[in-house]
Each structure stands twice: as C-alpha cells, then as structure tokens.
C-alpha cells in the first residue's frame, strides 16, 4: 500500500471470520470483504492514529482539538465504526458549541475512488468534509446524525491528476454539532452496494456484543430475544414455506435505541428459533436514518412484501420491500418509494403517522397506520389499488381513540376473530384491546369493549400460524443495557369469549420445554406450600387452581423476600406482579394463574386467559428456585398445583458467533 502520510489506513468491513459463515449468509453480504478497500496499491490519506494530525494537516478553531481522539469525548455518545485508536471527533472544546476546521495538505488524486468514513451530525453546511481542487469544493458529505460511523466512497476518477485538499468543518452549535472522520483512502476499487455494506458492517458490530449479552444471568432462555444488542418492536410476522419467521426493530450497533433496522429469525414451532442475518437497513443514500416498525404481507403472486415507516429528514413515509429470497434473507426495496407518503393523505395532517400493518378482506387488500390527527390519537385505514401493492387510496380515519388524551396511536393491528374484529393499539406503554365491527363500507370501526392485552408488553404484531390460529406477539423492554436489552413475550393464540373479552394463552408448544414435573394437592396453606430445594434452575412454569377460602390474601413467592411476588387480595380481587399496577380479576371462587419465569423474564396467565400480566424482574430465580405459597388472615387451599422446571429453547445465534 502507497502511504502519503507515515499513517496506514484501513477500511471497516466484516469480520475476517465472516468467511467461514458464508454458507449461512446472503451471498452478497457474505462476501464482502473481497470488494473492499484496503488492497495494496491503495494510498492512504491519513488514519489519524498519531497523538498529533498527520504532517501538514492544519486546523482552525476549537472543534478539533490539537490531535485525533481516541472515541468518545466527555459527556459524547459512544463513538463505534472507526478504525484502530484514532479518529477526528470535532466534540473537543465546547462539546457541540465548538467551531473550527481541519486541513490537509495538497495531494495529488490518483485514484478513481476517495473514501471515507464519516458520522456525526447531519448539517449540510455545517458539518461536513469538503473535496477541494483549487480552494472550490468538488464533493461534499454530511453525517447522519449518528455516531456509528459509515463508509462512504466518492467517484472522483474525473478529477484523476489534480491536486486537491481534504477539509472538514464544523460550523455547527446546536444539537449534534459535531463531525467524525476516519480511514481517508484513495483506491481503483469501487466499494459494494450500500446494502450489502451496511448490512455487513452490522454484522460485525452484533458479533462483538454477542459473548457480553450471553454472559447476563438476566436473559431469558425461552422467551425470543435478538442476538444482543438493542430491540424493541416486533415486525411483519408471517407464516411462509413452513416456516414462521419474525422481524423486529433492531439498533446492531449499541444496547440503547438508535440505527433501527430490522432483525429477522425464523422458526418451524414458534419456540426454537435460528438467528437470520439483519433483514432491512436504512437507505443513507435516499436521506433514510432508521427502518422503523411495520408488517409483511403476500403480494398477489405470493411473493412477500415488507412495508415499514421510513424515518429521514423529512416527513415521514411508508416504504415497501420486496423479499428477494425464499428464505426471506434477501429483501430488495422498491423502486417505487415511497409507497404512500404525507401526500396521499390530502388535507388531513398526521402527526407521529407510521407503523403500516396490511389485512385483506373480500378479496382487497388494506393497511392500517397509527398517529394523531388534530390531537386526537387515529388509526388510519388504506385501499391498495394495484396488485403489486405499490399504489394506495386513502380511506380516512376509522378509528379514534375513546380517551381525550390519548394524541398518538402507535402499532395498529386489525384481524376478524370469531365473528368480530380485533382491533389493538398501543398508547403510553400498554396495549389496548377493542372487540367490535369494522364497516368497510363507512370505513368506521365500532367498539364493543375494550380490554388492556398482556399488560406490560407494548407494539403488538398479529399473524396467523399454519392452523390459522390468531398469534399474538409483544414487545418487553428491560431498562438494562449488558449488551442487550429488550425480549418478546410468548407468542400466544388469541380468542374472544361471548362476552367479548379477548383471551390469550401461550401456544401449546411450549409444553415441549418441560422437565421435572412436582404436582401437589389440596394443600392447605394454614402452613405455607414451600417448594425450595424441589425444584433447580432458574426457569420455571407453575399451574395453580388455589381456593381463597376465607384468607384475605393470598402470595406466591418466587424467591426470598418480596420484589418477585405475585399477590392477591381477596376482597378486591385484585392481582399485582412486580413492576405493573393491580388489575382485577372476574368474579370466581378459585384463583387459577398459570406462571412462567424465565431467568427475569415473568409471563402471567390469570382467569384462563382473560387476564394476562408480564413484567422484567430486577434479579433472576436462583437456582434452587425458593417458590413458596402463603396465605394471610384466613384459610385457603391450593386445589392442584403443577410445577415444571423448563428447559431452554434453542435460540441459535451461530451465524453471529454465538453459542
């Protein structure tokens, strides 16, 4: 490699151990390494790895500093994608306040390609690398408002023997006033296509969070999680060639929000579930910053179609993907983006309008989104026009939300469900119910009651399993970042009672999980029912029909001391788990509950189904799993009581260098 500066650069790109997975990736993402720079007649501008700027390179102002940083910056985000020790982070001086610039010295261009890596802020003309050919700009690039540096590449072979100058400038003082560059190449080697780039290099960045996030006793075992890292809400689940597969919003890069793409598994029972590469990425050459929450659906030749909210500097829209593979590795986005943008809308104005989830009926096909519409939260409902899926009508609001308060829906979803239609939404933290009719006529749902489903889940998905069940999926966020955070709850099937409750219970495949099996009866709890040192391991399903008899409460301990308590009060028929407010249960004389601890993770099924809770415990069972029932101010019994130890489920992450 030629060296301008005594400074080697190199590029960001997969992990040299990628290779060996190639069989199990997408051949195009697979194979990157071999199309990037880095090759040995490149001529590095600089890397930025001395404790000083390269020779001759000159700065103004504050913003940079007297040499490269080494990351992060004070009170600065974590900076990740740069390469080696080194870096410039315009963050010196006054954090975002500081100005400045920094030169380099003239150098000739002998290459077709200059490239680059670059974050920080998204100010066109405040914060931005500059090409210069006798002092006139000739590329520019901005950041994207992120500190995940990106590889960018410009074409400057028309330029091929001038000499020119790299500047970078901070001009901005506001919020992400910043810029970061790193590896200033000159190379004969045009990079790959954005998606295989980007999609590779969150690869890489998942594969070094994975042994952090396998280490935390914390993690669920059963439960569905990413293969570390950050997720949130689960996406597009679809039942497709024998396989369920399940998207969900996924940051590759750290274990908070931010960069949201789609993560993608597949399973043939719902329970066991194999890693995919990352499904979708945000398009930062179409001014896309995240690939937020959305659906898949069959187009009319079967071919599945991801719709998602496209969040950039701008409005936002609904963009459309189309899978490329029949495994549902590959996804290629339309050329026809956006699908359905703020014009479709006419005069009405959305407020937070995303989340499209697509269902069809009579043979057409419609999507509903969320948002607010004159400060009243809305679901909005479209009619697709062509077969393709492509083009849409808008057919208004269908629905809004009963609560004056309420100025936003998130996550919509509609599905018919014995005899009438579902609909859920998700509004400030919870996920509500609404049994009733959907005239497609009018365009107008009526409610006939309304419920609050899985109680401490959010952003819900509904799909149809290959029986055509009605599947539910949630959404559970553990406010704890040891290189993950965030789970699904059990995927459970949904029903509606005659009296329109919606009732939902774990798919019976879980069953497949149990070990040991303790089954006790009529107990009386005059004593308490202690189960420590009968059963091991930190994960757990209990089934308990107790009677309260005239006890006032009644208390299942799942560990020593009272943050892991379930508790019941008699009089007020009133259930609290940890971390969520009482909810009362329907008039019976017993207390069914059936419970499934999984290292923190909490799922509880209480009055058959009518009644579901879920929650994150701040510590996991020990492994001599201490549950105890107890019993206050009276006499109760525990009719039958069955408890499984449960095994793990096989959540295989071998793809991104897991277990």
Same mark, same amino acid.
């Given at each position: 490699?030629?060296?301008?500066?005594?400074?080697?650069?190199?590029?960001?790109?997969?992990?040299?151990?990628?290779?060996?997975?190639?069989?199990?990736?997408?051949?195009?993402?697979?194979?990157?390494?071999?199309?990037?720079?880095?090759?040995?007649?490149?001529?590095?501008?600089?890397?930025?790895?001395?404790?000083?700027?390269?020779?001759?390179?000159?700065?103004?102002?504050?913003?940079?500093?007297?040499?490269?940083?080494?990351?992060?910056?004070?009170?600065?985000?974590?900076?990740?994608?740069?390469?080696?020790?080194?870096?410039?982070?315009?963050?010196?001086?006054?954090?975002?306040?500081?100005?400045?610039?920094?030169?380099?010295?003239?150098?000739?261009?002998?290459?077709?390609?200059?490239?680059?890596?670059?974050?920080?802020?998204?100010?066109?003309?405040?914060?931005?690398?500059?090409?210069?050919?006798?002092?006139?700009?000739?590329?520019?690039?901005?950041?994207?408002?992120?500190?995940?540096?990106?590889?960018?590449?410009?074409?400057?072979?028309?330029?091929?023997?001038?000499?020119?100058?790299?500047?970078?400038?901070?001009?901005?003082?506001?919020?992400?006033?910043?810029?970061?560059?790193?590896?200033?190449?000159?190379?004969?080697?045009?990079?790959?296509?954005?998606?295989?780039?980007?999609?590779?290099?969150?690869?890489?960045?998942?594969?070094?969070?994975?042994?952090?996030?396998?280490?935390?006793?914390?993690?669920?075992?059963?439960?569905?999680?990413?293969?570390?890292?950050?997720?949130?809400?689960?996406?597009?689940?679809?039942?497709?060639?024998?396989?369920?597969?399940?998207?969900?919003?996924?940051?590759?890069?750290?274990?908070?929000?931010?960069?949201?793409?789609?993560?993608?598994?597949?399973?043939?029972?719902?329970?066991?579930?194999?890693?995919?590469?990352?499904?979708?990425?945000?398009?930062?050459?179409?001014?896309?910053?995240?690939?937020?929450?959305?659906?898949?659906?069959?187009?009319?030749?079967?071919?599945?179609?991801?719709?998602?909210?496209?969040?950039?500097?701008?409005?936002?829209?609904?963009?459309?993907?189309?899978?490329?593979?029949?495994?549902?590795?590959?996804?290629?986005?339309?050329?026809?983006?956006?699908?359905?943008?703020?014009?479709?809308?006419?005069?009405?104005?959305?407020?937070?309008?995303?989340?499209?989830?697509?269902?069809?009926?009579?043979?057409?096909?419609?999507?509903?989104?969320?948002?607010?519409?004159?400060?009243?939260?809305?679901?909005?409902?479209?009619?697709?026009?062509?077969?393709?899926?492509?083009?849409?009508?808008?057919?208004?609001?269908?629905?809004?939300?009963?609560?004056?308060?309420?100025?936003?829906?998130?996550?919509?979803?509609?599905?018919?469900?014995?005899?009438?239609?579902?609909?859920?939404?998700?509004?400030?933290?919870?996920?509500?119910?609404?049994?009733?009719?959907?005239?497609?006529?009018?365009?107008?749902?009526?409610?006939?009651?309304?419920?609050?489903?899985?109680?401490?889940?959010?952003?819900?998905?509904?799909?149809?399993?290959?029986?055509?069940?009605?599947?539910?999926?949630?959404?559970?966020?553990?406010?704890?970042?040891?290189?993950?955070?965030?789970?699904?709850?059990?995927?459970?099937?949904?029903?509606?009672?005659?009296?329109?409750?919606?009732?939902?219970?774990?798919?019976?495949?879980?069953?497949?999980?149990?070990?040991?099996?303790?089954?006790?009866?009529?107990?009386?709890?005059?004593?308490?029912?202690?189960?420590?040192?009968?059963?091991?391991?930190?994960?757990?399903?209990?089934?308990?029909?107790?009677?309260?008899?005239?006890?006032?409460?009644?208390?299942?301990?799942?560990?020593?001391?009272?943050?892991?308590?379930?508790?019941?009060?008699?009089?007020?028929?009133?259930?609290?788990?940890?971390?969520?407010?009482?909810?009362?249960? $329907?008039?019976?004389? +017993?207390?069914?509950? !059936? /419970?499934?601890? *999984?290292? %923190? #993770?909490?799922? &509880?099924?209480?009055? =058959?189904?009518?009644?579901?809770?879920?929650?994150?415990?701040?510590? $996991?069972?020990?492994? +001599?799993?201490?549950? !105890? /029932?107890?019993? *206050?101010? %009276? #006499?109760?019994? &525990?009719?039958?009581? =069955?408890?499984?130890?449960?095994?793990?489920?096989?959540?295989?992450?071998?793809?991104?260098?897991?277990?």
């Amino acid at each position: 490699m030629l060296l301008v500066s005594s400074f080697i650069g190199v590029l960001i790109s997969a992990n040299t151990s990628c290779a060996a997975l190639a069989a199990r990736l997408p051949r195009s993402v697979a194979s990157v390494k071999a199309h990037t720079p880095g090759n040995k007649d490149d001529i590095t501008i600089a890397d930025f790895e001395g404790a000083r700027y390269p020779d001759g390179w000159t700065t103004t102002g504050t913003a940079f500093g007297l040499g490269p940083a080494h990351g992060a910056i004070g009170g600065q985000q974590a900076v990740t994608g740069f390469v080696g020790q080194g870096l410039v982070n315009s963050y010196f001086g006054a954090a975002d306040g500081a100005t400045g610039t920094l030169t380099s010295p003239p150098f000739v261009i002998g290459r077709k390609y200059l490239s680059f890596l670059i974050g920080g802020g998204r100010h066109p003309a405040q914060t931005r690398i500059d090409l210069l050919v006798n002092g006139v700009s000739q590329r520019t690039a901005t950041g994207g408002d992120s500190e995940q540096l990106a590889r960018m590449q410009w074409d400057v072979g028309d330029l091929k023997g001038k000499t020119a100058q790299i500047q970078i400038t901070d001009s901005a003082t506001g919020q992400w006033g910043h810029i970061n560059i790193d590896a200033i190449t000159l190379t004969d080697h045009k990079l790959p296509d954005e998606r295989t780039r980007l999609l590779a290099s969150a690869m890489e960045a998942i594969r070094a969070a994975v042994p952090t996030a396998e280490a935390d006793a914390r993690r669920p075992a059963y439960h569905f999680h990413a293969p570390a890292q950050w997720m949130n809400d689960p996406n597009g689940p679809i039942y497709d060639k024998g396989w369920h597969h399940i998207f969900y919003q996924f940051n590759p890069y750290g274990a908070k929000w931010g960069n949201m793409h789609w993560g993608h598994a597949r399973s043939k029972d719902m329970v066991n579930w194999e890693q995919m590469s990352a499904a979708l990425w945000p398009s930062k050459s179409a001014g896309e910053d995240h690939v937020y929450s959305g659906s898949v659906f069959p187009r009319a030749d079967g071919t599945p179609m991801a719709f998602y909210t496209s969040i950039g500097d701008r409005e936002p829209e609904q963009w459309g993907a189309v899978a490329a593979s029949g495994d549902l590795a590959t996804w290629r986005k339309s050329a026809e983006n956006p699908l359905v943008s703020g014009v479709t809308n006419g005069a009405d104005k959305i407020a937070e309008w995303r989340d499209p989830f697509l269902f069809s009926e009579n043979g057409a096909t419609y999507m509903v989104t969320g948002g607010g519409l004159n400060g009243r939260g809305v679901v909005l409902m479209y009619q697709a026009i062509n077969p393709n899926l492509t083009s849409w009508q808008y057919l208004g609001p269908i629905f809004h939300h009963p609560d004056a308060a309420i100025s936003n829906i998130e996550c919509p979803n509609i599905a018919r469900l014995d005899g009438k239609w579902l609909l859920l939404t998700s509004t400030y933290g919870k996920v509500e119910s609404f049994v009733g009719q959907l005239d497609l006529k009018t365009h107008l749902f009526t409610t006939e009651k309304r419920g609050v489903l899985a109680d401490g889940s959010y952003a819900s998905q509904l799909t149809h399993d290959a029986a055509g069940d009605l599947i539910y999926y949630g959404w559970m966020h553990t406010e704890q970042g040891s290189g993950w955070n965030g789970y699904l709850t059990l995927p459970s099937t949904l029903r509606i009672a005659p009296d329109g409750t919606v009732i939902r219970k774990p798919i019976a495949k879980f069953e497949s999980l149990r070990g040991k099996h303790i089954h006790l009866a009529d107990h009386s709890l005059a004593s308490a029912l202690d189960l420590t040192g009968q059963l091991s391991g930190k994960s757990l399903e209990l089934i308990a029909d107790i009677d309260p008899g005239t006890a006032t409460s009644v208390t299942i301990h799942l560990r020593p001391g009272s943050a892991a308590d379930i508790h019941y009060d008699a009089a007020s028929r009133a259930l609290t788990i940890p971390h969520r407010d009482p909810v009362t249960l $329907p008039a019976d004389s +017993d207390l069914k509950l !059936r /419970i499934f601890v *999984d290292n %923190g #993770a909490l799922d &509880v099924y209480a009055a =058959d189904g009518a009644v579901t809770l879920a929650a994150f415990l701040d510590e $996991p069972l020990t492994p +001599d799993a201490g549950v !105890r /029932i107890t019993s *206050d101010g %009276g #006499a109760a019994t &525990v009719k039958n009581l =069955d408890a499984y130890e449960m095994k793990p489920a096989v959540i295989d992450d071998r793809v991104f260098g897991g277990r």
